[in-house]
């Protein structure tokens, strides 16, 4: 079946660039009408929808990080990308990708991965 | 963007009792073209991703058990477990997916 992967590092320092990838194994991150999320959780709080992107490359982000936020492509790796430009400890968070039918619910989630801004 | 608020914050239930959260969106979610409400319900426990539970507001994903129900439509909403068990204690979020996503603050869920 199809699973989905987080990676990248795990410590970021302030002011920086956040960069995740997720990896779709099983199935193709081309299937049309298919979108691929982010998502994030904060330390105790609640789950915040970050953006998400079409395998046409088509993107929605959610407008309170949309000046900070690029989600890209990549299907001849099977892969879609998060940055998160100048971060600071707010964006302390486990990340996760995630995936659904276009107007549907998230069906697939990743296992998420702790990103922590720190100097 | 549509605002979903959940109520309460955190709630204590007794086993074998009913326990039920609620969530408004602050515009309707219901598609009027499809009779649909674009509501789903999730399920978060500490150290896993979430689990979704009920989508278009009141139909349970496949293997969830018949004792989790959703109803509501247009702006309100609601989640019932109705004999809470112990595995039930977690994290409870909606999100609304009727225009990209947004989720509730979430619903704490403890045994009493």
């Known amino acids: 079946q199809v699973q989905l992967q987080e990676s990248g590092p795990g410590l970021v320092k302030p002011s920086q660039t956040l960069s995740l990838t997720c990896t779709v194994s099983g199935g193709s991150i081309s299937s049309a009408g298919y979108h691929w999320s982010w998502i994030r959780h904060h330390p105790g709080k609640g789950l915040e929808w970050i953006g998400y992107i079409y395998y046409s490359g088509s993107t929605y982000y959610n407008p309170s990080l949309r000046s900070r936020v690029t989600i890209s492509i990549d299907t001849s790796k099977n892969q879609f990308s998060l940055r998160l430009s100048s971060v600071t400890a707010a964006d302390t968070a486990v990340y996760y990708c995630?995936?659904?039918?276009?107007?549907?619910?998230?069906?697939?989630w990743g296992r998420g991965t702790l990103v922590t801004v720190s100097s | 963007d549509i605002v979903m608020t959940q109520s309460p914050d955190s709630l204590a239930v007794s086993l074998g009792e009913r326990a039920t959260i609620n969530c408004k969106a602050s515009?309707?979610?219901?598609?009027?073209?499809?009779?649909?409400?674009?509501l789903a319900w999730y399920q978060q426990k500490p150290g896993q991703p979430p689990k979704l539970l009920i989508y278009?507001?009141?139909t349970r994903e496949s293997g969830v058990p018949d004792r989790f129900s959703g109803s509501g439509s247009g702006t309100d909403f609601t989640l019932t477990i109705s004999s809470l068990q112990a595995e039930d204690v977690a994290v409870y979020y909606c999100?609304?997916?009727?225009?990209?996503?947004?989720f509730g603050q979430g619903t704490k869920l403890e045994i009493k």
């Open positions: 515009q309707s979610v219901l598609s009027s073209s499809r009779n649909k409400n674009y």
């Open positions: 999100q609304q997916y009727y225009n990209t996503h947004t």
């Open positions: 995630a995936s659904a039918i276009a107007a549907a619910p998230l069906d697939l």
């Open positions: 278009w507001a009141s």
